[in-house]
């Protein structure tokens, strides 16, 4: 019922990882950064679970003003979409930000144009992308449910914990998702606790991801912390 982010063990090589995981649940998400990052597919083709991959936010920016930036950005998303392809993973993706307030709509145009190259690339490679809504980061888009618009007709990622520490997620969860990502924190940080460790009411939110049919992950920042939300969230 539930998918693992592998952020929860981040700090050992994937093998290990996905090792560990795969004892949990039969999808995982691949958190593409660090020990984490993919060069190719071959590691996941060993493994018979479903994936998704995190694509690299540290470095990318696909809504930078710096157009070889921007394009660098759009790039790595593409070749995260490759190796999505062989596996039969979804992408999720960062909706960027702007260094200056001034420049906001400036980076917005930008934003919009790689989202187009990213829906031409999700159709040549046969593979959904998902846009995830962001926590408390200054300059970042997508904060609030206000923004949405902004990705168009690009799928919605909720990420369940950014949306409480911007104290908008009763308002964000009555808008349609296709992709979850669960952690709970107590309003003012985005923590990554176990679900149960922080004040976000997951009752509402399982509502939701129930009706939904879609299995959400657990994006929490230990090992440990995954266990006591899976026993949490079966227990809702």
């Not at 400036?106 to 809504?133: G, H, M």
């Not at 879609?214 to 090992?223: D, K, R, S, Y």
Request: with cysteine; hydrophobic share 45%.
């Amino acid at each position: 019922m539930f998918g693992v982010s592998t952020f929860c063990l981040h700090q050992v090589p994937l093998p290990e990882a996905l090792e560990k995981i795969s004892a949990l649940t039969d999808r995982i998400e691949v958190m593409d950064e660090g020990l984490h990052y993919l060069e190719d597919a071959e590691l996941l083709l060993s493994y018979d679970r479903h994936f998704s991959i995190h694509t690299p936010c540290r470095g990318t920016n696909i809504a930078s003003l710096l157009e070889p930036i921007r394009r660098a950005s759009v790039e790595v998303m593409a070749q995260c979409m490759a190796i999505g392809a062989e596996v039969g993973a979804g992408v999720v993706i960062h909706p960027g930000y702007f260094a200056w307030a001034e420049e906001r709509e400036r980076a917005e145009r930008q934003l919009a144009l790689s989202i187009r190259e990213l829906t031409a690339l999700s159709k040549e490679y046969s593979v959904r992308f998902f846009i995830e809504n962001m926590g408390d980061w200054e300059y970042f888009f997508l904060r609030t449910p206000d923004e949405l618009p902004i990705i168009g007709r690009a799928l919605f990622a909720l990420d369940v914990g950014h949306a409480h520490q911007m104290h908008c997620l009763d308002r964000f969860l009555a808008c349609p998702a296709a992709h979850y990502h669960l952690h709970d924190n107590r309003g003012d940080a985005d923590s990554h606790w176990a679900v149960g460790d922080g004040t976000i009411d997951f009752a509402p939110v399982m509502d939701v991801v129930r009706r939904s049919g879609i299995e959400p992950v657990i994006e929490v920042a230990t090992f440990d912390g995954v266990i006591r939300s899976i026993e949490r969230l079966r227990a809702l």
